[in-house]
């Protein structure tokens, strides 16, 4: 007897051409549902992650942009110096109470990507600002600055003092710098000295956090770039001297400037000394031995002052120009130098009445107007 066979419905098949009914309620799901499921519900929670977590972000920086460290407030100085990284830069604001967060200032300046607009300099700030205030003074807000002003004729021991009591440096600092044979070099200054290339001036300078010899070498960079973008102006076809006519120049120009306050005299007291050299006679200008002296001179000059002839920068026992500058001097004593009044003057004297000098071209004449200034004196004295 043959064994009777299951019909289709009874073997669950489908005919063919046609989709399986869905599984009955209560059967397990397959393998691939489960792996759908679980997908599924994996990017759903990474969504909700990602979406918490962006809310938490822009929270975050709302809050960060919209928080001052303190309310109202106070003013602070603050000193970023050269070199100083940005997040050296932040760490020292948080430190500060400046802003709140240090790692969030930074996002922020890279976002506005001014992490290169940084400047240097001492700033002053307010603990109520809120971060894109500070951000917008550190980039594009002036350092505060102080007035340094040097004025004609003081000599490199006079300026020393000024810095020093301006609180940019200390003199000491100062000295050594502007003797440095490495800084004397760099700038192209042909003397034992910086003396002559401190160029007078009313300066905007910010102090330094230190007072060290950093500092003092930035002041004495500013005095000196400063004589040179004077200087480049004047020298003919705007080609600087050579080392040898640049010594020439600075020394007599620094004559100049002591010899006169008269703006009409400085090229005619500058042609009495070229007059002077090219006849080979004593310059014997009081100024140079009066430096040649030192800071300790206080005067009046004495005989045995223009007898000494130890001192190198005496013009009356020592031929041609002292060996260098005696001061600082402003443009024009150096256009002076550069186009001496062509006369034949070889002597001046004040007048005694002004602040002008006369002018002779003989011996004779020179001691007449020397007696009348003298005359001058008394008549001033009574």
């Not at 500092?215 to 102006?233: G, H, K, P, Y």
Request: proline share 8%.
């Amino acid at each position: 007897m043959s064994q009777e066979q299951p019909t289709p419905e009874e073997r669950h098949e489908v005919p063919q051409g046609q989709t399986p009914p869905e599984e009955a309620p209560g059967t397990p799901p397959s393998p691939a549902g489960k792996k759908r499921h679980t997908l599924r519900n994996i990017l759903v929670f990474l969504f909700l992650m990602l979406f918490c977590a962006g809310l938490y972000v822009w929270h975050d920086a709302r809050t960060f942009l919209n928080s001052a460290p303190e309310t109202p407030g106070k003013s602070l100085i603050v000193d970023i110096e050269p070199g100083m990284t940005l997040a050296q830069v932040a760490d020292m604001l948080e430190k500060e109470g400046v802003i709140t967060n240090s790692l969030r200032f930074q996002l922020l300046t890279r976002y506005k990507e001014k992490s290169r607009s940084l400047q240097a300099g001492r700033f002053l700030v307010h603990t109520g600002w809120l971060p894109e205030k500070v951000l917008d003074m550190l980039v594009s807000g002036k350092a505060m600055l102080y007035r340094l002003t040097i004025r004609e004729g003081l000599p490199w021991w006079d300026v020393a003092e000024l810095v020093e009591k301006g609180g940019f440096c200390k003199a000491s600092d100062f000295t050594s710098v502007i003797h440095d044979p490495e800084f004397l070099r760099h700038w192209g200054i042909p003397f034992e000295s910086a003396e002559g290339f401190l160029f007078p001036e009313t300066y905007l300078l910010p102090h330094p956090r230190d007072m060290n010899k950093e500092a003092a070498r930035a002041v004495a960079n500013r005095l000196v770039e400063m004589f040179w973008q004077r200087a480049d102006r004047l020298w003919p076809d705007k080609k600087r001297p050579s080392s040898a006519e640049l010594r020439r120049l600075v020394t007599l120009a620094s004559i100049v400037e002591k010899e006169t306050s008269v703006p009409e005299e400085r090229a005619r007291v500058a042609g009495v000394y070229v007059n002077r050299l090219e006849r080979g006679m004593l310059l014997q200008a009081d100024p140079t031995v009066i430096y040649g002296l030192g800071r300790s001179f206080e005067g009046p000059l004495l005989r045995k002052d223009l007898e000494n002839v130890h001192n190198r920068y005496n013009t009356y026992q020592n031929p041609g120009l002292p060996p260098g500058p005696i001061c600082s001097f402003g443009a024009p004593a150096l256009k002076a130098a550069l186009q001496p009044e062509k006369h034949e003057y070889l002597y001046f004297v004040a007048t005694g009445r002004d602040k002008g000098h006369t002018f002779s071209k003989s011996l004779t004449e020179h001691n007449r107007a020397v007696r009348e200034y003298r005359a001058a004196i008394r008549r001033g004295g009574k």
